[in-house]
Structures are given as C-alpha cells and as structure tokens.
C-alpha cells in the first residue's frame, strides 16, 4: 500500500511548530489590535471573475482553479475539447478559485459591505492564501499572510503608523529588521525624465533585480527592453543613489524638478519620514529606490522589509493603492496596507532561536497515576491547578512510573506531582522539576507557587 502524502509545498505542523506559529499570529494580532484594527474574515475561495485580472497576466497563471461540482464537462462539446484550448475552457470549467492573496478579497468586501462600514475603516486579516507556484525554500503553495489595511482616508498619517506597526512587531520578535521605503510616483517621475514615461514597468523589474544580478546584468535587461543607452545612462547615478535618507531625498528633489508626479512622490516620502523622526523608531529606515513591488496595484508609498541577519526574502510588505476597490465598481476609496509573511517570520525565529520558552510551552505539570485511590486524591488538585491558570495533565492510567516519566520528558513537561500514600495521608504533593532532578514536598498552595513562579 503506498504511503500517504501532502501536495508539494504544502506542510503539516507539530504541536511544537503550533504554538510557535501561534506566537507568531498572537503577536502581530496584539500590535494590530494596539492600533486599532479590526478582525474580518472573507472566504477561502472567492468567484474566479473576482480575482482573475487582478494580479496581471503571470498571477492569473498562479490561481488555483476549482471544478465545478456535479458535471462539470456539461455545455462543452467535444470540439473545444479536443481542442485543448485550456484558456477558453477554464472559465466554463471553474467558477471559483483559491484565494492568492488577501488584499483583493478585501476589496471586494469594502465594495459588498460599503453601507456596514464607517469610514476609514482599519482591518486586519491571518488567513491562509494559495498559489500554484514552483515550490523552493521560503516559498510556499499555501501559506499564511496576516494583512493590516486602511481605507477610505488619504492621509500620510497612515503610512507612519503602519511603519510603527513594523517596527514594534519586529521589536517584540527580537528581529533586527531594514524597512525599506520607496514611492511609486517617484519611479514614475524617473521614467519620465529619461524619457522613457511609457517603459515604467520594464525600468522598475529591471532595477528591482539589482541585489540579485548586478549592475551589469541590470542595465543589458534595459537595453533588451528598447530602453536607449542615453536614457540608461541618465539612469545610472539614480539607481546607485547613495547617502543618508536626507541627502537621496535633496537629491532627488534636484534631479526630479522637472517631473510633477515625481517632486509629489519625494514631498509624501519626505513626511512620512518626517513624522517617523517624531517617533520612537527602532529599527532601520532606508529610502530604496529599487524597490519596486507591487506595480499592479501600488500608487504612491511602498514598503519592504528584510531580516538583517538572516538571508531570507522580504518578510513583510506594503504600500498605498488609491483605487483597488475601483476594479468591482467603488471608485475613489483610497487606501494603504501591509501584509507580514508568516512562514518566513517563522524560519527567521526558527534560525535565530527567537522563541521566549513559554510560547512553546504547553502542560506545565503531569500528575503521575498510581491507582483508583491516587486518582481520586488527584483530580480535586487538577481542578485548583487548572483554576490557577497552570496547564496541567493526569497520566490516563497507572502505568509504569519509568513509562510516565519518559512521557513528561518527551513532551518538555516542566514539572511531574508524584502523588502516594504518604502525600495522601499528609496532603501534600511531592514535585520533581524534570531540568534540574529536583524533588520537593509541598502543600497545594505552595506548589502552585513554585509552578507558577517558574
């Protein structure tokens, strides 16, 4: 019989690997919470019309497609069939899809619930999204995103305090992090100014890859995209924009004064990092003008951020879309988000060894079983230890003291209640701390304080 298995790029988790995740997830719920956000929930699948066309030509390959139920060859004749014409055949084949992301349902939900929402309205979403991608380190085919959005307000405000929120995630972590700053306008005033206003797209995938092929490589993708050597040339001391914040920002002031979009898109990055500078920011701010995700959707802010000592991918990201909710109908709804990649946060705690010992914990003391007589000594001792908010277990039965033991010690069990007929007749309670082999007879209270203050 063949043995089971998961799809590829998918994962099953350890109750160990659970409560790590769950750290993971009650953290950034707590900060999102700290801010002011609120909890919704949308389907994991949504109609295929509502996320198709969203995510440009190579994300629409990338959603995954459910079967109609019932027969869902019914209405295609053999023709289209034989045909192979996947293209053609997949809407009538599948009406619904995996979710890709979060922020696209989000914006369908704005739009069906408009009449429900006070504006601006702050929400948050940890909920797991699919991609049929080729599966490697980092990258998965489902994973979690856990996405923080703000709609209906232009305000820069916003973007300050979604940055805030990155840095005191981060902080509460223990993850030394870069969070890079970019703005959409000013790429576009870029590409206006080298004359090239209609190659946005192709400039910024080109530069966007300059940490992982190299000037060189950058600059022969440009040419290879009709790009002339004159503008490519006018492009060079922009791409390598060296400094502090202050300087690229003086800079780009004099070498965008001729583009309006560009000079706005340097004034909205000058005030968030204006209004940062009034806060209590610890980790690293670097204006980045490579830095080009998100071009579909993404207007104005942009926002990544990189684990520095771990090499890793982006682990969370962001920025300001001023008309997603345009795309079902509501025009004019802007709005800014950010989104932290679970997984990877996960490896990066994993590889740094971040995790507080008691985010890990689960039972913090096993009751041994030796009988009928000891278990019903037991469970009124359970109930109070339970009542003191400690995670407490019985052995099930009265098995061997050495199988009892070894079950504590393979489950991290801190502490084991040794409970016969001496404890009974005295009413007390002998614990052993399983790290140090130490044993003590103690009353119930004050076993609660020892667990308790451990």
Same mark, same amino acid.
């Given at each position: 019989?063949?043995?089971?298995?998961?799809?590829?790029?998918?994962?099953?988790?350890?109750?160990?690997?659970?409560?790590?995740?769950?750290?993971?997830?009650?953290?950034?719920?707590?900060?999102?919470?700290?801010?002011?956000?609120?909890?919704?929930?949308?389907?994991?699948?949504?109609?295929?019309?509502?996320?198709?066309?969203?995510?440009?030509?190579?994300?629409?390959?990338?959603?995954?497609?459910?079967?109609?139920?019932? #027969?869902?060859?019914?209405?295609?004749?053999?023709?289209?069939?034989? !045909?192979?014409?996947?293209?053609?055949?997949?809407?009538?084949?599948?009406?619904?899809?995996?979710?890709? #992301?979060?922020?696209?349902?989000?914006?369908?939900?704005?739009?069906?619930?408009?009449?429900?929402?006070?504006?601006?309205?702050?929400?948050?979403?940890?909920?797991?999204?699919?991609?049929?991608?080729?599966?490697?380190?980092?990258?998965?085919?489902?994973?979690?995103?856990? #996405?923080?959005?703000?709609?209906?307000?232009?305000?820069?405000?916003?973007?300050?305090?979604?940055?805030?929120?990155?840095?005191?995630?981060?902080?509460?972590? *223990?993850?030394?992090?870069?969070?890079?700053?970019?703005?959409?306008?000013?790429?576009?005033?870029?590409?206006?100014?080298?004359?090239?206003?209609?190659?946005?797209?192709?400039?910024?995938?080109?530069?966007?890859?300059?940490?992982?092929? *190299?000037?060189?490589?950058?600059?022969?993708?440009?040419?290879?995209?009709?790009?002339?050597?004159?503008?490519?040339?006018?492009?060079?001391?922009?791409?390598?924009?060296?400094?502090?914040?202050? !300087?690229?920002?003086?800079?780009?002031?004099?070498?965008?004064?001729?583009?309006?979009?560009?000079?706005?898109?340097?004034?909205?990055?000058?005030?968030?990092?204006?209004?940062?500078?009034?806060?209590?920011?610890?980790?690293?701010?670097?204006?980045?003008?490579?830095?080009?995700?998100?071009?579909?959707?993404?207007?104005?802010?942009?926002?990544?951020?990189?684990?520095?000592?771990?090499?890793?991918?982006?682990?969370?990201?962001?920025?300001?879309?001023?008309?997603?909710?345009?795309?079902?109908?509501?025009?004019?709804?802007? *709005?800014?988000?950010?989104?932290?990649?679970?997984?990877?946060?996960?490896?990066?705690?994993?590889?740094?060894?971040?995790?507080?010992?008691?985010?890990?914990?689960?039972?913090?003391?096993?009751?041994?079983?030796? *009988?009928?007589?000891?278990?019903?000594?037991?469970?009124?001792?359970?109930?109070?230890?339970?009542?003191?908010?400690?995670?407490?277990?019985?052995?099930?039965?009265?098995?061997?003291?050495?199988?009892?033991?070894?079950?504590? #010690?393979?489950?991290?069990?801190?502490?084991?209640?040794?409970?016969?007929?001496?404890?009974?007749?005295?009413?007390?309670?002998?614990?052993?701390?399983?790290?140090?082999?130490?044993?003590?007879?103690?009353?119930?209270?004050?076993?609660?304080?020892?667990?308790?203050?451990?």
């Amino acid at each position: 019989m063949a043995q089971p298995s998961i799809p590829k790029g998918t994962r099953d988790f350890s109750p160990e690997e659970m409560a790590k995740r769950n750290y993971i997830f009650d953290t950034i719920r707590e900060v999102y919470k700290l801010y002011g956000f609120r909890q919704i929930e949308t389907p994991a699948m949504e109609n295929l019309s509502t996320l198709m066309g969203k995510y440009g030509e190579e994300g629409d390959k990338l959603l995954f497609k459910i079967l109609n139920s019932g #027969d869902y060859l019914k209405g295609i004749s053999d023709g289209e069939l034989l !045909e192979r014409n996947t293209n053609r055949l997949a809407p009538q084949l599948s009406e619904k899809g995996l979710r890709y #992301d979060l922020t696209v349902p989000f914006a369908r939900y704005v739009v069906m619930h408009r009449n429900e929402i006070t504006f601006p309205f702050r929400r948050y979403q940890i909920q797991p999204v699919w991609r049929a991608d080729r599966p490697q380190k980092g990258r998965y085919r489902e994973f979690f995103q856990c #996405d923080a959005d703000i709609v209906g307000s232009d305000s820069l405000i916003n973007e300050v305090e979604l940055i805030q929120i990155v840095d005191e995630v981060f902080n509460r972590f *223990g993850i030394r992090v870069s969070i890079k700053l970019n703005n959409r306008k000013i790429l576009s005033g870029i590409a206006e100014i080298i004359g090239q206003a209609d190659k946005i797209t192709d400039i910024t995938v080109a530069i966007d890859k300059l940490d992982k092929i *190299g000037l060189d490589k950058v600059n022969e993708e440009l040419s290879s995209k009709g790009i002339s050597k004159q503008s490519i040339e006018q492009l060079q001391p922009i791409i390598l924009l060296q400094g502090s914040n202050s !300087e690229k920002i003086d800079t780009l002031k004099t070498v965008l004064n001729r583009s309006e979009i560009g000079i706005k898109g340097v004034e909205e990055l000058e005030f968030i990092l204006n209004r940062l500078s009034l806060t209590e920011i610890r980790s690293e701010l670097e204006l980045d003008l490579t830095l080009a995700r998100g071009l579909n959707y993404y207007t104005g802010a942009i926002i990544e951020v990189k684990a520095l000592d771990v090499q890793i991918g982006s682990i969370t990201g962001g920025g300001r879309y001023d008309n997603l909710t345009g795309i079902f109908g509501l025009s004019g709804v802007s *709005g800014v988000g950010i989104s932290f990649g679970a997984d990877r946060i996960f490896d990066v705690l994993n590889q740094l060894d971040l995790y507080p010992k008691d985010s890990i914990q689960n039972t913090q003391v096993l009751f041994v079983n030796f *009988g009928e007589k000891e278990e019903e000594f037991i469970l009124p001792l359970i109930s109070k230890m339970r009542q003191a908010n400690i995670a407490t277990e019985i052995y099930p039965e009265s098995a061997k003291m050495k199988k009892q033991m070894s079950y504590a #010690d393979a489950n991290k069990i801190p502490y084991v209640a040794i409970i016969g007929e001496n404890e009974i007749q005295e009413g007390k309670i002998m614990l052993k701390n399983m790290v140090t082999g130490e044993q003590k007879l103690l009353s119930v209270s004050d076993c609660v304080l020892e667990i308790v203050s451990h």
